[in-house]
């Protein structure tokens, strides 16, 4: 098994930036595959991003593609999601997840959650 915890969150103008932190306990985090989802009340939790085992391939939703980037540390046990350019469209809570067995961008793909963090940017 393995806990996420993230961390990062806040309030950001419009144009701003945020990184997000996921910490993982557990001694296999580089076995599995580490991704982000967001949601907003009401709707469906949505995929962000995502990356392999050693982090040679990564996966972006085109809403946030070129803004976004989703990187890892291996020995640190941590995933980060660098936003730039942040929008109003941004806001929502992000979580952090983890797959054992494949990259995917349903949250039905990952078995483990973190419990979220904010993120709001003003307009």
């Known amino acids: 098994q393995v806990q996420l915890v993230e961390s990062g969150g806040g309030l950001v103008q419009a144009g701003g930036s945020l990184r997000l932190s996921c910490a993982a306990s557990?001694?296999?985090?580089?076995?599995?595959?580490m991704g982000w989802f967001r949601q907003v009340p009401g709707k469906e939790r949505e995929f962000v991003a995502a990356?392999?085992?050693?982090?040679?391939?990564?996966y972006y939703s085109d809403s946030v593609k070129g803004r976004f980037t989703i990187t890892r540390d291996n020995a640190k046990n941590t995933v980060a999601l660098q936003m730039n350019n942040l929008s109003s469209e941004d806001t929502a809570v992000y979580f952090c997840?983890?797959?054992?067995?494949?990259?995917?961008?349903?949250?039905?793909?990952?078995?483990?959650w973190g419990q979220g963090t904010q993120v709001t940017v003003s307009s």
């Open positions: 990356i392999s085992w050693s982090g040679g391939s990564t």
């Open positions: 997840a983890a797959a054992r067995l494949r990259v995917g961008t349903e949250k039905t793909d990952y078995d483990y």
């Open positions: 557990g001694r296999t985090f580089s076995s599995y595959i």
